[in-house]
């Protein structure tokens, strides 16, 4: 959400997202950058603190003239997390978080080779939250002519940076075209690189996001269905479910999509 559109900010929180970003970096111009500091803190202050916790800020990033004004405004401004853009090595999270309460996180949006080459580091800095993937950008940095190979490896990277660093499964770029079949067929290419969030840009992508990365019926029964039978093996090295042979890796992601729904099952 543009940081200078204050009239759009309590509609961006009533959306259902999980987190609201509202924005200092490119979607506000330069001429428009500290009147949008002013309106999202004012509109910070009328919020209670659960609202406040769904908040994070976009700052520009380290090479512009408006970071260290970014950085100056932070810790006046009623936030706790902050998304800092073009992301390239793990000073640049600790100067964030030094402007941050103590409880705060930095979600790193890399967007160039640079930060995502140093995403191992990164992912391990405190207080990093999760990473994300700014892939238009990335594409630029790179000059490729669209999404493919170079594009895909560089993904997979970051959620291979955010396993290793024990972060959740990084969040994808958005889906600019407001058109349902192509949303539906980035979240798919985004969950099979291994990511496990998205950013929207309007409110009708929020519940399309929301189901893609949630189990279906379909699935959840069969995750039931394996640990049930696991749980009645005593623990055998494998077992067959479905006439499909389970053993102790499938165990774990069907134990874990439960997880994901709050799903459990009593110990017989």
Sequence with gaps: MPGNRPERFAKALASGADRVILDLEDAVLPADKALARSAIADWVRTLDAGEQARLLVRINDATTPW?????AWLPGSGLSHAMLSKCEQPTQVAAVCACLPAEGTVLPLLETVRGVLAAQAIAA?????????????????????GPGFALDSAATA?????????????????????????LQADLAHAKALGYGAKMCIHPSQVAPVHAAFQPDAQALA???????????????????????????????RAERMLAQTGQTLSTP
């Design 125 to 145: 800095a405190p207080q990093v939250a999760r990473l994300a993937f700014g892939s238009l950008d990335y594409l630029l940095d790179l000059d490729l002519p």
């Design 222 to 252: 069969w995750a039931r269905r394996v640990v049930t039978a696991w749980r009645a093996s005593d623990g055998q090295g494998a077992i067959l479910v479905d006439a499909r042979m389970v053993d102790k890796p499938v165990l774990l």
């Design 158 to 182: 970051l959620a291979m940076a955010s396993r290793a660093a024990n972060l959740p499964p990084p969040l994808a770029g958005v889906t600019a075209a407001l058109d349902l079949e192509q």
């Design 67 to 71: 970071h260290a004004e970014d950085l």
